[in-house]
């Protein structure tokens, strides 16, 4: 566990947030990408070491939808940079830890990616995520 790479908001509308965050953190997105498996696009903003990760819906059925849905726009998850997400996958299980999915797959960024379940974590939606080249 290295750092928090970043934090995930979902948004209904990326126009608007993004006029928003641009005038918050006072700087551009540097980085817009479409993720065709989560049915989401990105949009990233550098704060530090950090990142911000506006996500907004492309498909209705995208699980985004459905949180906001649910309980609107606002904060969605929190990324946490890791080594080897394998490692960290095997050792979490051992202490008791649920997975979304029991592989990594491709996310946003250049990152492989896996999402604990939040029933396992005290409601927080948690991402690990492995850089698949330094950037
Ligand atoms: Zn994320």
Request: aromatic fraction near 6%.
């Amino acid at each position: 566990m290295n750092k928090i790479e970043h934090i995930g908001i979902a948004v209904s509308d990326l126009g608007l947030s993004e006029a928003v965050f641009d005038k918050l953190l006072n700087r551009k997105a540097y980085k817009s990408e479409e993720v065709e498996s989560e049915k989401v696009k990105t949009t990233f903003y550098r704060l530090g070491e950090s990142k911000i990760e506006l996500l907004s819906v492309t498909h209705p059925d995208s699980v985004i939808a459905k949180y906001i849905d649910k309980r609107g726009s606002g904060m969605h998850h929190i990324a946490i940079a890791v080594d080897d997400i394998h490692q960290e996958i095997t050792r979490l299980k051992k202490e008791q830890f649920v997975f979304i999915d029991e592989q990594p797959k491709r996310g946003a960024d250049n990152k492989l990616i896996v999402f604990l379940h939040p029933k396992s974590t005290g409601g927080v939606l948690v991402e690990l995520c492995q850089g698949l080249n330094d950037n």
